[in-house]
């Protein structure tokens, strides 16, 4: 079975791990240091802060930035549940704003008549979270005017696009954000096994985030808010959580960021590799947008017949998926007053979405094999 994603693991990165184990920190060593400042200057931002998760990332950016019961946050229904989930474990309200259905990425039109609504209502929310759906970068430059001018904050959800440009920017430098969060998870461009990060411009959103993944816990004296007792003291300023990165995955981390450059752009010349094959097929192919540069983290098609062409892919060994079932339709948020029909862009795009095989190291033979399967569950 080929699957829709996979990492890349060589030996470089196994020998970086495995340095690790034959050393003295397998945890809060220098490694994940190391790697907070890898990923900080390749994305060009000041400060970086590594979490086990790009959940507990997006968690821990809701709380630095203050998101607490009573506020209102914002985002896409056309992505993974966590995107929504860590406005919820703040206690504060979860809405969505549905897609544009040409780049299936948070809609700003949609956003403004919302928001213009929503300041009627006095219902503004307090963070808007757009998700760089598949790589492809929002159009932050629409969504930081409107911060602007109504005055909330912004969290890019860059789980799936590290390496992302968009305009004349980088992703993750929050030149349009105030945190931007990214996922290395195994099927991401790069992958420390599970892990996160977090980064900003702001030093002092930054230690917050360095002091809630660790229990709130301080032992820099001049932090202290009590006179120390010795070398040995330290303090619990909030309630934070143990969300640290372990040097194992940052040394995984700091090995594959490498490689990121040259995995993007293969993963550009499988995609158009596809979209050359699926020219004149029945499928809708994923639009790149001009003004940005897509990681591709995803190649998600659009056909007639979904559940026919996913059966009869997986029957010829093409391990496709769906991306995503729609995060307001899922029972736990349906509880929570959402209906199917609220967000029709979003429902119309999952209706007919196919993930294929999109990762760096997919070979040609193994491509050639997808697009024969698409063709043939396509034209059948």
Known sequence: MIPYGRQHVSENDIEAVVEILRSDFLTQGP?????????????????????????????????ALGVSPGDRVWTSPNTFVASANCARYC???????????????????????????????????????????????????????????????????????????????????????????FSFHPVKVITTGEGGMATTRSAQLARQMQLLRSHGITRDVAELEKQTEGPWYYEQQMLGFNYRMTDLQAAL????????????????????????????????????????RSSLHLYCIQVANRRAAFDGLRSSGVGVNVHYIPVHMQPDFQRLGFQAGQFPATEKYYSCALSLPMFSSLTDDEQDHVVEAVSKVVSS
């Open 253 to 292: 981390g700091v090995s594959q960021l490498h490689n990121l450059d040259a995995w993007i752009l293969r993963r550009h010349v499988l995609a158009d590799q596809y979209d050359a094959a699926f020219a004149d097929l029945d499928v809708i192919r994923p639009v790149r947008v001009p003004e940005s």
């Open 31 to 63: 490694t994940v240091p190391r790697f907070e400042q890898a990923v900080a200057s390749y994305c060009r931002a000041p400060h970086a802060v590594a979490v086990n998760s790009a959940t507990s990332a997006l968690h821990i950016a809701c709380l």
């Open 91 to 181: 206690g504060a309200q979860i809405d969505f704003i549905d897609i544009d259905p040409v780049t299936y990425n948070l809609c700003p039109q949609q956003l403004a008549d919302r928001l213009e609504q929503a300041e009627r209502q006095g219902t503004l929310p307090k963070v808007v979270i757009p998700v760089h759906f598949a790589g492809q970068p929002c159009d932050m430059a629409a969504i930081h005017a409107l911060a602007r001018k109504y005055e909330f904050k912004i969290i890019e959800d860059a789980s799936h696009a590290i390496g992302a440009r968009y305009r004349d920017t980088i992703t993750g430098d929050c030149t349009y954000s105030d945190i931007t969060v």
